[in-house]
């Protein structure tokens, strides 16, 4: 299975049918303890997250696409470059969805990020509070590689180190 049809898989078992309500968002206490309060110290880049071996880790890059309904999120590496980063596409209207870069370059430079509650479930939220696209985080948790070799860091925290700033006239998604 390709990380393409991973993401499309969990993308429609988060959202469902389109005119479905959204989950029940967890409490802000299950998210709060998310948030950690200061940087969880050296990092792994996320290409070499992905070769690494499964086990505790702590993985830097930027958040990519977010899981509607869900604590869980893409995380890109810091080598691609989002669209409108000082280069390519400087005038794109959407940089967060990296549309300067092609696809396999971008799904090969990334791995998902979800926060699981105690019994091991997904956890609902409508967002994720202190985070936004493009936010530059350090994520702590444990890393996974299913049977597909696909990453997944299961996380227990992570830390905002940086929010870039959008040109002029640019509003982020809501």
């Not at 202190?130 to 990453?151: F, P």
């Amino acid at each position: 299975m390709t990380r393409s049809l991973l993401c499309l898989a969990l993308l429609i078992a988060a959202c469902g049918k389109e005119d479905a309500a959204p989950p029940e968002a967890t409490s802000n206490a299950a998210l709060d303890r998310l948030s950690l309060g200061s940087d969880p110290g050296e990092a792994l880049p996320v290409l070499d997250a992905r070769d690494a071996e499964d086990g505790e880790v702590v993985v830097q890059g930027r958040i990519g696409q977010v899981v509607k309904g869900f604590a869980s999120f893409q995380l890109v590496d810091e080598s691609l470059d989002y669209c409108g980063a000082g280069g390519a596409m400087d005038d794109c209207a959407t940089p967060w969805d990296y549309c300067c870069i092609p696809g396999d370059e971008k799904n090969a430079a990334t791995l998902l990020v979800e926060a699981r509650d105690d019994d091991g479930r997904p956890v609902k939220t409508a967002a994720l509070p202190g985070l936004r696209l493009l936010d530059l985080v350090a994520v702590k948790g444990r890393l996974v590689h299913d049977e597909h070799g696909n990453a997944t860091v299961i996380a227990s925290g992570w830390f905002r180190k940086e929010r870039p700033k959008l040109r002029e006239g640019l509003r982020w998604p809501e």
